[in-house]
């Protein structure tokens, strides 16, 4: 089993530019997260997910989109990136079972707008 | 607004020392609290306490949960330089399907 996996593993954007970030999971898993993190600021739930065609706002949801239509796939998009969100993202993914209860995560994504 | 609070922010210790993470949190009626353990790249999970698992430990790592006040300890004993790593801790709130984050501890354990 790969786990958890993201797609690309670096970017460099310019501002206004557009793009997708991929998650995919093969653990059959019910709930997918993305997060953030930042410097001294741990990790901040961007966009989160129940199941497959449900999503939900996090702490940080603000310039970015999410959709689920795969329950393998948890998709974040960047409709016109920002030198804030420079950071690096971390897809996760859980059984569900007992609430968010122990999630994988993925190796990341660290994204540069310039 | 739930919160997650660790200490200290960073410490460096030498081979052989024991430390101890702090985690307090404002989560009212939480499911679980969950340590992690960071490394280059992906949080790896440690432990996770519940009510009914107020302490758990595995090997030269334990943690405990004070429910009365509000917070959790993880201590590692005879630290080694793979402990370096920066340490995580969450809150499951009561609403389903989220964790909320401490800003974590970094740890550097020194040969």
């Known amino acids: 089993n790969a786990g958890v996996t993201q797609t690309p593993k670096f970017r460099v954007l310019k501002t206004g530019q557009s793009m997708t970030l991929l998650c995919a999971q093969d653990m059959n898993h019910e709930y997918m997260y993305w997060y953030r993190q930042d410097p001294g600021m741990g990790l901040r739930l961007i966009h989160y997910?129940?199941?497959?065609?449900?999503?939900a706002k996090g702490e940080v949801p603000d310039g970015y989109n999410v959709s689920r239509l795969k329950k393998q796939n948890f998709l974040l998009g960047l409709e016109s990136a920002a030198p804030s969100q420079t950071s690096v993202y971390f897809c996760?993914?859980?059984?569900?079972?007992?609430?968010?209860?122990?999630?994988?995560f993925g190796p990341g994504t660290r994204l540069t707008v310039t | 607004e739930d919160k997650v609070v660790q200490s200290p922010l960073s410490l460096v210790v030498h081979e052989g020392d024991t430390v101890t993470l702090n985690c307090s949190y404002e989560v009212t009626n939480f499911r679980s609290l969950l340590w992690y353990k960071q490394e280059k790249k992906a949080p790896t999970f440690l432990f996770m306490l519940?009510?009914?698992?107020i302490e758990k430990k595995s090997g030269r790592l334990s943690s405990i949960l004070d429910k009365k006040e509000l917070s959790s300890i993880l201590n590692i004993t005879a630290t080694q330089t793979g402990d370096s790593a920066i340490y995580l801790c969450?809150?499951?709130?009561?609403?389903?399907?989220?964790?909320?984050f401490g800003a974590g501890t970094i740890l550097r354990v020194k040969s």
């Open positions: 519940t009510s009914s698992g």
């Open positions: 997910s129940v199941g497959e065609g449900t999503t």
């Open positions: 996760a993914s859980s059984t569900g079972r007992g609430g968010a209860g122990e999630q994988y």
């Open positions: 969450a809150v499951s709130p009561p609403q389903k399907g989220k964790l909320v």
